[in-house]
């Protein structure tokens, strides 16, 4: 009868993938970390790092004293382009809306002028 | 935080200046880890930050304010890396070779819980961006794999094959087995 086992090479791919929980491990490979020391000592180890990786997280980083006033700056040079944006939106809206106007009222005019020619 | 949330959503100006008083460390801390240089993360920070403020509007309150606010950090950061690299053109590879040069590197100090984190520090840093990004982002910030994979424009199947990657590299480099300690000194 032949016995399957996993070998050190397989179950090490599956000890980093299982560090994280992202993955569970199958019959083989527990079979396998059952007697093979090394492959044991680098399960503990991947815990270890694991545990390292989150007190890694919690430890302070220097902090940029600068740094909060130049986010708010920032959003706030954002702010002031999009309402100089706005601004030349509007003002450009009001000159097409004189613009048209002033060329309807040329064109009535006009009207005028060659009615009032044809009736005199 | 969830009211002042609630209010920045809602345009009010200050509500979103206290959040960014109350997060700004933390999202710096990410984009130090991210990027391995503090001028980088001070420009994806404030990337990041003016990004959450155009859209804060649409964050629907489905994961934590934190959470979506590291997604757009690793976004922003991503984006960085990659305009960095191309100016560069000194792209590390997930392949390249690495070269321990740390003077004061010891093993015999692994023993030690502050040396052990003072190693891998600087063995995250020294990581090549590809897969310093997810192994940052899964297994210190906790972000799921589609996250992941979404923000650094990535298949999950790839973000979870350089996270395996990297933490393999990780624990070598760090914590290695007998005999894996000369690797390290090519």
Redesign the interface.
């Known amino acids: 009868m032949i016995v399957e086992r996993a070998d050190c090479r397989a179950v ?2 599956a000890l ?2 299982a ?2 929980s ?1 993955r569970a491990f199958g019959p083989l490979e527990l079979d396998h970390l059952t007697t093979c020391l ?1 492959c044991r ?2 399960q503990a ?2 815990r ?3 545990e ?6 919690e ?1 302070p ?1 220097e ?2 004293s600068r ?2 006033s ?3 700056t ?2 706030d040079l ?2 002031r382009l999009l309402a100089r944006r706005a601004r030349a939106g509007v003002v450009a809206a009001v000159g097409g809306i004189a613009a048209g106007a002033a060329a309807t009222a040329g064109f009535i005019a006009a009207r005028h002028r060659r009615a009032a020619r044809l009736l005199s | 935080m969830v009211s002042l949330v609630e209010r920045a959503k809602s345009g009010d100006r200050e509500a979103f200046d206290r959040l960014v008083r109350i997060t700004h460390s933390d999202a710096y801390a990410l984009a130090l880890r991210l990027t391995g240089s503090t001028e980088d993360a001070r420009d994806v920070v404030q990337e990041a930050y003016l990004r959450a403020y155009r859209s804060v509007g649409r964050f629907r309150g489905e994961a934590l304010f934190s959470t979506w606010l590291y997604r757009i950090v690793a976004n922003c950061a991503a984006t960085h890396i990659g305009r960095r690299q191309l100016h560069r053109h000194d792209h590390l590879g997930a392949h390249d070779d690495f070269i321990d040069t740390r003077p004061d590197y010891d093993p015999t100090l692994l023993g030690d819980v502050a040396a052990l984190r003072l190693n891998l520090d600087a063995a995250i840093r020294d990581l090549p961006p590809r897969l310093r990004s997810v192994v940052v982002l899964r297994d210190m910030y906790d972000l799921p794999h589609e996250a992941i994979a979404k923000e650094l424009g990535i298949s999950v199947t790839a973000a979870k094959v350089r996270l395996h990657r990297a933490r393999r590299r990780l624990r070598e480099q760090v914590l290695p087995l007998p005999g894996e300690e000369h690797d390290h000194d090519r």
């Open positions: 090490s791919d980093a993938a560090a994280g992202d090394r000592a680098e180890r991947y270890r790092l694991m390292a990786m989150q007190a890694l997280r430890a980083v902090e940029d740094l909060e130049q986010i708010l920032t959003i954002h702010g």
